[in-house]
């Protein structure tokens, strides 16, 4: 499927390029400084020049903290920015992919959240994302999956800040253990969005590995493969006031993707082996 990849050089952008290339399929990835999301006259000349069959959105403003003090900023990236990206699709008939966020949820609940659950953000990233989501929707057909808490090649995430304390060669860690989500390696959501599009799947649908943990278990289980030594202490998340409040639970149900692509969602410990393969890093897994 000819692709047009916004946000190409983040994180899930490199991922998803990566895929689609292994797939055989043209994909043509666009940073920002070639594509501005919030400029509609460059989309339209990316689409109608590339003329691609999907279009898929992975840009985004993502740093959660900042976005409370730049809420313009992330509005008109994460929100407004989307109807362009949708406006562009449609010049040329393409379907649209938009990649959100479990951040759209409260995290009060105790049990998975579906696609139906009602949405209630808590930070300005998620209610930007959240106004997104609205904005893609409109578009007939097209599909929005939210993912959660990303870890993989090509960027800054949990993962890759644990091993960097690892190397620092601190005595121990201190992680949060009152925060519950689950970590989704980019290469199996590559995969996943891919297969998606390829069924034919519109509307929202739920993406995340399997099983759910605390931050500070996915810290520990880092440290088990390539540190066993290192104490991960538990600490509460209010030892670490930060400026965005963070969804104590924030399970995505994943049970309409499942069905969609006929099998099991991957799990993360097997996204954790190849990114320690990936990274020269000894695991023992
Ligand atoms: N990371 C997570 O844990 C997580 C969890 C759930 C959902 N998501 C969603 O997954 C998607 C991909 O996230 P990611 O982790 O891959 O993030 P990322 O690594 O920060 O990638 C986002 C990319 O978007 C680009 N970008 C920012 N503003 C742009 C603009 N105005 N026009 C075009 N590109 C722009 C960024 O470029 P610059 O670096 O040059 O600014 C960056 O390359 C996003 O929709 C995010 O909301 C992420």
């Known amino acids: ?15 998803l390029v990566e895929e689609a290339r292994r797939r055989g399929f043209a994909a043509l990835a666009l940073s920002r400084s070639v594509a501005d999301i919030t ?44 109807a362009h990206v949708a406006a562009a699709a449609r010049r040329v008939d393409a379907r649209l992919l938009q990649v959100s966020t479990d951040y759209v949820f409260d995290g009060t609940a105790s049990e998975p959240y579906t696609e139906e659950a009602a949405t209630a953000p ?8 959240l106004a997104g989501e609205a904005l893609a929707l409109a578009y007939e057909g097209a599909l929005v999956v939210r993912a959660s808490w990303l ?39 590559a995969a996943a969005l891919l297969d998606l599009a390829a069924v034919g799947a ?16 996915f810290a520990s289980e880092i440290a088990r493969r390539v540190a066993p030594q290192l104490e991960v202490a538990p600490v509460a998340t209010s030892e670490f ?20 692509l006929g099998r099991p969602v991957a799990r993360w410990r097997d996204g954790l082996d190849d990114y320690l393969t990936r990274l020269d890093r000894s695991t023992d897994g």
Request: hydrophobic content about 40%; proline content about 8%.
């Open 241 to 260: 006031p930060r400026p965005a409040p963070r969804p104590a639970f924030s399970v995505l149900d994943v049970g309409r993707c499942e069905r969609l």
């Open 1 to 15: 499927m000819r692709s047009l990849i916004l946000g190409g050089e983040g994180m899930l952008g490199r991922a």
């Open 122 to 129: 808590i930070s300005v990233y998620g209610e930007s994302k």
């Open 151 to 189: 870890f993989g090649p090509g960027g800054p995430n949990f993962a890759a800040t644990i091993l960097r304390l690892i190397d620092r060669g601190d005595a121990q860690l201190r992680v949060v253990d009152d925060q519950v989500g689950s970590p989704t390696y980019t290469p199996f959501l």
């Open 39 to 82: 400029d509609p006259d460059c989309l339209s000349h990316w689409v109608e020049s590339w003329r691609p069959a999907l279009v898929v959105n992975c840009a985004a403003y993502t740093q959660v903290d900042a976005c409370e003090e730049k809420r313009d900023h992330a509005f008109a990236v994460n929100g407004a920015a989307v």
């Open 202 to 217: 519109t509307g929202l649908v739920h993406y995340r590995n399997r099983e759910p943990v605390s931050w500070h278990g």
